[in-house]
């Protein structure tokens, strides 16, 4: 089954697929899509149980069914608008960067340039698995039994977020608690950290690879020390291709300093 997606922009022009994080939906993108859409054709996407994508019984294998419905999804958009995508550039903000290197990982020769946002390739140790799963679960069973907005009120205070003041927290928190609790709570667990492979190694091929071989940049926020160190590691490590800091704002890119993210993906 295909998932939701809103297209805009220029169709002849280079394609964009973009995948959200967790919580949010294709809307996200918005503020950035109003930017770019003189430079690509854009593709936004729903992730399963988010926005207007149904979640399917399937959709609880994971990162391994998200690409073969990503994929679905693709070849649907080529057929109705009778063009190739392929190859195409795919950003993926958070847990959508997460899967968007599962889908890269997948299918390849579909992508020229992997752009990631604020994501994690995957945990090292199984002390870190089993901590993360525990923690999910947790998330995801306040998910199930708890008000959505009274769950994020708690969600917001996690290190990551830090950067955000109250009215940004408020706004978000309004924007997000239209979701339903037990959706986000199979999402959470089914695309657990804690279950995704480590994909530094796979990574590695396409940075030492074929000239034909996707490109990997990195993005973060400056307010973002987490991910930030985090990018700075996988460019020592030759994970990726390059690493871009931006200014004024913490894990949310695109939301924060959508010009700032415009004026870079235009220069890649």
């Not at 799963?133 to 708890?146: G, I, N, P, T, V």
């Not at 804690?194 to 490109?215: D, E, I, T, V, W």
Request: charged share 20%; aromatic share 10%; glycine share 8%.
């Amino acid at each position: 089954m295909s998932l939701s997606y809103y297209c805009s922009g220029a169709a002849n022009a280079p394609a964009l697929v973009l995948l959200h994080g967790f919580l949010g939906s294709a809307g996200d993108w918005q503020p950035l899509l109003a930017l770019l859409k003189d430079n690509y054709h854009l593709i936004a996407v729903d992730l399963p149980g988010h926005g207007s994508s149904q979640w399917v019984e399937q959709d609880a294998q994971g990162a391994d069914y998200f690409c073969h419905r990503l994929e679905q999804t693709i070849q649907a958009i080529e057929q109705i608008e009778g063009i190739s995508l392929k190859p195409f550039n795919l950003l993926g903000y958070s847990l959508g960067g997460r899967l968007a290197m599962a889908y890269t990982i997948a299918y390849p020769e579909r992508v020229e340039k992997l752009l990631l946002e604020g994501a994690h390739p995957g945990l090292v140790s199984e002390q870190e698995r089993s901590e993360r799963y525990l923690s999910d679960l947790q998330w995801a069973r306040r998910f199930r039994e708890e008000p959505v907005a009274e769950v994020l009120l708690d969600w917001y205070k996690q290190p990551v977020f830090s950067d955000l003041d109250d009215s940004q927290i408020r706004s978000l928190i309004h924007e997000r608690s239209k979701g339903s609790g037990l959706l986000l709570a199979d999402a959470l667990v089914s695309f657990s950290l804690s279950k995704q492979p480590n994909y530094r190694q796979a990574l590695c091929q396409f940075r030492a690879g074929s000239a034909l071989s996707p490109c990997v940049h990195y993005f973060y926020g400056e307010n973002d020390h987490k991910f930030g160190q985090l990018g700075q590691h996988l460019l020592a490590e030759h994970v990726i291709h390059s690493v871009h800091p931006v200014a004024g704002c913490g894990h949310n890119v695109h939301r924060e300093q959508p010009e700032a993210m415009a004026r870079l993906l235009r220069t890649l």
